[in-house]
């Protein structure tokens, strides 16, 4: 069963940057595409970044150029820098594979305040 541990999320001011990471375990992570999710207040979680097993990348519109998700296949560890933050960008943060699988972890808080 896939287990995601979540971490670096955080208050910031609008501007600021946080760096996300997720370890993952109970698969071969190198053969997984991943991605990032959010689920702001009130809303649906929604898929914002995608690496695949082989390094290629995909983003949300509302976050391309200011977020980069990047992975290590030797720490099992999926990344998503954010840069530029914006209070829209408030919500809890997931990693899960892409698809996602029925496992998710606890994500982590990033609040942005104006």
């Known amino acids: 069963q896939v287990q995601l541990v979540e971490s670096g999320g955080g208050l910031v001011q609008a501007g600021g940057s946080l760096r996300l990471s997720c370890v993952f375990s109970?698969?071969?992570?190198?053969?997984?595409?991943m991605g990032w999710y959010r689920q702001p207040p009130g809303k649906q979680r929604q898929l914002v970044a995608r690496?695949?097993?082989?390094?290629?990348?995909d983003y949300a519109e509302s976050v391309k150029g200011r977020f980069t998700i990047s992975r290590d296949n030797a720490k099992n560890t999926v990344y998503l820098q954010m840069n530029s933050l914006k209070p829209e960008d408030t919500a809890v943060y997931y990693c899960?594979?892409?698809?996602?699988?029925?496992?998710w972890g606890q994500g982590t808080q990033v609040t942005v305040s104006s």
């Open positions: 109970g698969r071969v992570f190198r053969f997984n595409d």
């Open positions: 899960n594979t892409s698809p996602s699988s029925s496992s």
């Open positions: 690496i695949t097993s082989g390094g290629g990348t």
